[in-house]
């Protein structure tokens, strides 16, 4: 039976169903959507669910017939009694067929059929009634209004019940290269495009920065993901500045004097003045000569008294550095749909990177942004560095990385080689740090 779809595509979850991960395989025949998750039951904790070990053990929730819409569950799998309801429910229903639309459209192009025809192919496969005109099921929801399917507002639907906000501009969708690549199982890194959210200026009792902090990421507008292989060569570096700063003595009682001044503590400035040593009066006046003629206090007191003022010299905290990142990855295409996902790779990243013009040319809005991560087994890499929300400052392509002009029939190139370079927008601070048990930023 040939299907559309697989463990490691079109992965989506519920937060009232544990944040489980579930799929969709889809019959390319008749239809018939099989629910699936990539979970099983937690021989340790009752009702809990684990990650399994491969799709032979993935726990099959139950089938739709794209006919009827009836949501048929599996015996004996393990499915919980909320799973039951839930994808028994019509939310649930349609939630799962939109879902599957897009796993089936994005099947049939990979496999180079075109997106117009693929997009009328998923519309008569998973919506018969809607192809036909009819509703003759009861099947309420409206997919599309004509046979090319537009699969971004499907999108919405689905990244809406996660929380994320979409935009109405083309959505990437989920790239991965190689095809190969077993996201569940192997160690990845995943490029999050998102929609930049500039910091807005406010003060309140509990923000008195007068900048509030960055918008989270359930409420900005996902644009798409790249899961690729982790290169070789990562690392991270954090830094922040010190430098050499000096305060001589004089300078460090006239700041003293200063202050009491600004706290209108004038008998206390009175009384300094009177109780100093000779020696700090000799440094003041040195300072006020330096004031009245220009010449150089430490020069001064040198030439009349044969010694220089103590620097006190200190090496002082500066502020925060921002950290940057660069990846190279080579990439060598082995058929015609991975040279087609690798250009859409490419273009991912040289679109996602650019500026946008507004009003007419007037404004540039700023380029999107990135997320970044280390991903084991599906979950967030402990043991590799985190990244903030990054900006994406350089992306180069070498299209001869062996030396050499070579493509293969229909022009693509037989490898390409991806370098980046992105910069973190946030400073990291102490309080990043809230899990004793990952390395953290």
């Excluded at 040939?2 to 991960?21: E, I, M, Q, V, W």
């Excluded at 003759?136 to 906000?165: Q, Y």
């Excluded at 015609?336 to 946008?356: H, N, S, Y």
């Excluded at 590799?384 to 990385?401: D, G, I, R």
């Amino acid at each position: 039976m040939a299907t559309y779809g697989s463990r490691d595509s079109g992965n989506f979850s519920y937060s009232h169903l544990k944040n489980c991960p579930y799929y969709t395989k889809i019959d390319s025949i008749t239809g018939e959507i099989t629910l699936k998750s990539t979970t099983v039951a937690d021989p340790n904790i009752e009702g809990a669910y684990v990650p399994s070990g491969s799709e032979s053990e993935d726990r099959e929730i139950g089938t739709i017939d794209p006919k009827t819409g009836v949501f048929t569950a599996t015996e004996n799998s393990g499915t919980s009694a909320d799973e039951g309801n839930f994808f028994s429910s019509p939310e649930g229903i349609k939630s799962v067929k939109e879902s599957a639309t897009i796993v089936a459209n994005k099947s049939q192009q990979a496999l180079g059929i075109d997106p117009s025809t693929a997009s009328a192919n998923t519309l008569e496969l998973l919506w018969p009634n809607k192809a036909k005109g009819t509703n003759e099921t009861g099947d309420s929801s409206n997919p599309a209004a004509n046979t090319n399917m537009n699969v971004n507002e499907i999108a919405n639907n689905i990244f809406s019940m996660f929380g994320i906000k979409k935009s109405n501009k083309p959505d990437w969708g989920d790239l991965v290269f190689p095809e190969a690549l077993r996201t569940s199982s192997q160690d990845v890194i995943k490029f999050r495009q998102v929609e930049f959210k500039p910091r807005k200026f406010n003060v309140s009792s509990d923000n008195i920065s007068g900048i509030e902090a960055r918008a989270g990421m359930n409420s900005r507008l996902a644009k798409g993901s790249c899961t690729l292989p982790i290169p070789g060569g990562i690392s991270d570096q954090n830094s922040v500045s010190w430098g050499q700063q000096t305060m001589t003595s004089a300078q460090a009682a006239a700041g003293a004097l200063a202050s009491k001044a600004l706290e209108g503590d004038f008998k206390g400035i009175e009384g300094a003045l009177k109780d100093n040593t000779d020696a700090i009066k000799k440094a003041v006046k040195a300072e006020v000569i330096q004031a009245a003629t220009g010449t150089d206090s430490a020069q001064f007191l040198a030439r009349t008294e044969g010694v220089v003022m103590n620097p006190n010299m200190e090496l002082l905290f500066g502020g925060p550095e921002l950290r940057s990142f660069g990846f190279t990855f080579k990439f060598s295409p082995r058929n015609a749909r991975e040279g087609k996902m690798l250009i859409d790779i490419i273009r991912f990243f040289k679109m996602g990177m650019a500026p946008q013009k507004q009003s007419a040319g007037l404004y540039l809005k700023t380029p999107f942004t990135w997320m970044i991560q280390y991903l084991h087994e599906g979950k967030e890499h402990k043991y590799l560095n985190k990244f903030k929300e990054c900006a994406l400052q350089s992306f180069s392509v070498n299209y001869t990385p062996d030396g050499n002009y070579s493509t293969y029939r229909d022009g693509i190139m037989t490898a390409y080689e991806l370098t980046m370079s992105f910069g973190e927008l946030e400073p990291v601070f102490s309080t990043d740090y809230n899990d004793s048990q990952s390395v953290g930023f």
